[in-house]
């Protein structure tokens, strides 16, 4: 089938079957252009929560897809392909949690989404790359638990006189960005402002102009002056800088900055998916309504 005809037919059967497809920022560019609604993990968790449509499909990994159906337990959640994952969120389970928590004894734990359900279900609140810090902030405790993110955590810790303590899990993409990557993209682009996404390294976040979720990014590019940006986040996200803002330039930090899991669906699996509906994501109702209850705490954290 032709790309117009694979286009054709997706938005044809979406609106029969009176579904959405939401996509994440990192997604190819051919989904994220046949979709909907785009946006970073906070706003895709909101739109869904708040859509009147009877089928959500999910162009993004696991953790998104289960976050969905945790929020939207009457609407059928499909993830195109089943096995797109999340390195970050496969490096803590909920039994690893139970046994952290033990060694913290009344510290609450903030769980970034890029988790499992069974996780956020352990967590007290959950949060985002675009709120972490005032989620952090709103709670009234001397220390918290971060988990799955390190990078996150310390960031946050760079916000706030609680401690917080972390899991050392990480995102290899962006963990594995190294400051010569950077220096050698800066020399370059030198007139480039650098943004960066809070799961980099410390010392990658040390050199950045802005430390932005991906929708961060988006409105920082949109709004500011400069003309020319590195971007330090997963290569998907130069697609929508680069048609929201034609006028100015983006340049990848480094081209190894790719997700494999995010780039493994493609329209033929958007069209199947809405043929099928299926793989449909469902999280076990009792940890569903503990997950929850993470994710609603979030959610009525006030934003910037
Ligand atoms: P955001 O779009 O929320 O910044 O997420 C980054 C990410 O790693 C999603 O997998
Ligand atoms: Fe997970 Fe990193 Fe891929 Fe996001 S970019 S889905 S955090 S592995």
Redesign the pocket.
């Known amino acids: 089938m032709s790309r117009e005809s694979l286009v054709n037919e997706i938005r044809k059967l979406a609106q029969e079957k009176n579904a959405i497809i939401l996509a ?3 997604q190819v560019p051919e989904v994220q252009d046949i979709a909907d609604l785009t ?6 968790s909101i739109q869904a929560s708040k859509t009147e449509a009877g089928i959500i499909i999910f162009c ?2 696991r ?2 897809a289960e976050t969905a159906a945790i929020v939207c337990p009457d609407k059928k959640v499909i993830l195109p392909v089943e096995e797109a994952g ?1 390195e ?1 969120a496969d490096m803590l389970n909920a039994e690893e949690l139970t046994a952290e928590k033990a060694g913290l004894p009344d510290v609450p734990v903030v769980t970034y ?2 988790s499992t359900a069974e996780v956020k279900a352990e967590s007290d609140i959950c949060c ?3 709120n972490a810090v005032q989620v952090v902030k709103s709670i009234k405790a001397p220390e918290v638990l971060m988990t799955p993110d390190k990078n996150l955590a310390m960031w946050a810790q760079r916000h706030t006189d609680q401690k917080v303590h972390y899991w050392a899990g990480y ?1 290899p ?2 963990n594995d960005l190294t400051v010569a990557a950077v220096r050698k993209a800066m020399a370059a682009y030198p007139e480039a402002v650098l943004m960066a ?3 980099c390294a410390p010392q990658v976040l040390d050199m950045a102009d802005a430390v ?6 988006l409105s920082y590019a949109a709004q500011s002056e400069a003309k020319e940006y590195i971007v330090a ?2 290569v998907g ?1 130069l697609h929508p800088l680069r048609k929201q803002n034609p006028e100015k330039r983006f340049y990848a930090a480094s081209p190894e900055m790719v ?1 494999k899991d ?1 780039k493994k669906t493609g329209l033929e699996e958007v069209l199947k998916a809405l043929q099928t509906e299926s793989p449909e994501i469902n999280v076990r109702e009792s940890v569903r309504l503990k997950a929850l209850k993470a994710v609603e705490r979030m959610m009525a954290v006030p934003r910037d």
């Open positions: 994440h920022n990192y946006g970073d993990s906070l706003a895709l993004g990994v953790f998104m999340c970050m989404v890029n985002t790359s675009a995102c993409i962006h996404h809070p799961e932005r979720s991906t929708s961060g990014m986040t997963e996200l997700c995010m």
